[in-house]
């Protein structure tokens, strides 16, 4: 039995709805809203990145199993966030379970955070999962968090995809894609590719989990569809790298990403010397999603390891 937790307090929690589910004393689990097969690739790409002595944000947190993971594989600080503190108790009995310490900011709506996050410089790693099928808008969001990566900074990036050819966005109308009421858009995955390099985030490896009968939540019967998990280098200089030639003039004329995505914050970062120990794409276009999409090794459709699930035991270290 954990000797942070005393039975009241764990008593207080346990049977509380929980996001995640989380090991607080020996065989006690917390029981969340996914289940056990359910593969959380966030996780595993993180897996993949070297966070020894790094600086890391996470963005949209829950009750903290992403920062408590980069607490435990060695990160100097972390930086949990959330719309609100809704989940501030049981992160807090998290953090005393598993003995890891971070801090935690209010953010409110996800815009902006160039500016509501200034005070903490720049982070070598940054996850964004779970947040651009979730906002009205995606570009906004990513405009508002690229200047607060690190140059050649790691910036994990998991949303909902079709698999189609076309650049489109696809709008959640009257509930077809998820019936839950935060669910708003799907990127196809040229779509995605082409926005993270639009913000200079070159991909270099990813995961892919289809949706399946599984899980009838986002379950589409004909649509091909899943749940896509891409990591991106933070490059500064785009010139191999480039989508086309419209996307440089647009980056330095238009008012949109001018006025919305700080340039001088993002030319002020210093270099981070983070690694990637994944078998990431070497070269500096990185890799397009859509060409490997198919490849067998990046479909993970379930999970037999409750260390790639959305499970977090207390002798879990990543």
């Known amino acids: 039995m954990s000797p942070m937790i005393s039975n009241d307090l764990l008593a207080s929690v346990v049977n509380d709805w929980w996001y995640y589910s989380v090991e607080l004393q020996p065989g006690v689990i917390t029981k969340g809203a996914d289940t056990p097969r359910t593969p959380m690739l966030p996780r595993m ?12 944000l996470d963005i949209g947190s829950m009750e903290g199993l992403i920062p408590a993971v980069m607490k435990r594989k060695g990160a100097r600080k972390v930086l ?32 902006e955070l160039s500016q509501k996050l200034a005070g903490h410089g720049g982070f070598d790693f940054i996850n964004l999962s779970g947040v ?8 906004h969001v990513l405009a508002g968090v690229r200047p607060l990566l690190k140059k050649n900074g790691l910036m994990v990036v998991s949303t909902n995809v079709i ?7 696809t709008f959640n109308h009257q509930g077809g894609l998820q019936r839950e009421l935060n669910t708003f858009w799907y990127h196809s995955v040229p779509m995605l590719d082409y926005l993270l390099r639009t913000f200079k985030l070159v991909p270099i490896d990813f995961l892919f989990c289809p949706h399946t009968a599984v899980n009838m939540n986002n379950y589409v019967p004909g649509l091909d569809s899943g749940y896509m998990s891409v990591v991106c280098r933070a490059i500064d200089d785009p010139a191999g790298s480039e989508p086309d030639v419209w996307t440089g003039h647009m980056r330095r004329a238009s008012w949109e990403y001018v006025g919305l ?15 990637y120990t994944g078998p990431g794409a070497q070269s500096e276009r990185g890799l397009s999603l ?22 977090l035991h207390l002798s879990d270290m990543s």
Do not use: W
């Open 261 to 275: 995505c700080n340039g001088a914050m993002m030319d002020a970062q210093p270099a981070s010397q983070i690694r």
């Open 290 to 311: 859509m060409e490997h999409i198919d490849e067998p090794q990046r479909i993970i459709a379930t999970v037999d390891n409750p260390i790639d699930s959305q499970t």
């Open 45 to 56: 790409m993180t897996r993949r990145c070297d966070l020894n002595g790094m600086d890391c």
């Open 163 to 169: 698999k189609r050819g076309d650049h489109t966005l």
């Open 132 to 139: 651009l099928y979730h906002v009205f808008s995606p570009l």
């Open 80 to 111: 949990a966030t959330d719309a609100i503190p809704h989940c501030q108790k049981k992160m807090d009995v998290l953090k005393q379970a598993y003995e890891v310490d971070f801090d935690f900011q209010q953010i409110g709506l996800i815009y």
